[in-house]
Nanobody, 130 residues
């Protein structure tokens, strides 16, 4: 059974940093593409970043998140990470880890939606105070 467990969320002041972790089990990590999504109250779930664990190539949604957010993975630990710097209140949301089976690339454009990813974690809350 595919399981994704997020951790690392919490309350942080504006300008602060957090590193989220996504521990995966029940599948071969290298055969999946992993992504981070987030959902703020009253808003749709939106993509944050994606990584292909086989070669570490990544994509950011939208691309402007690159620079503040960094996605990475450790295939030995079956864990993906999202490092978030210079956080602001607009980053407040539940952050979800997602996995796409048998995919070796990150979707872009109109394909970069939650429907592309078949497995999801329970989410971790990130709250940024002003």
């Amino acid at each position: 059974e595919v399981q994704l467990v997020e951790s690392g969320g919490g309350l942080v002041h504006a300008g602060g940093s957090l590193r989220l972790s996504c521990a995966a089990s029940g599948f071969s990590f290298k055969d999946y593409t992993i992504a981070w999504f987030r959902q703020a109250p009253g808003k749709e779930r939106e993509g944050v970043a994606c990584i292909t664990t086989s070669d570490g190539s990544s994509a950011y949604y939208p691309n402007s998140k690159k620079g503040r957010f960094t996605i990475s993975s450790d295939t030995d630990k079956n864990t993906a990470y999202l490092r978030m710097n210079d956080l602001n209140p607009e980053d407040t949301a539940v952050y979800y880890c997602a996995a796409a089976d048998g995919v070796d690339w990150c979707p872009t454009g109109s394909m970069a939606t939650p429907a592309f990813f078949g497995s999801w974690g329970q989410g971790t809350q990130v709250t940024v105070s002003s």
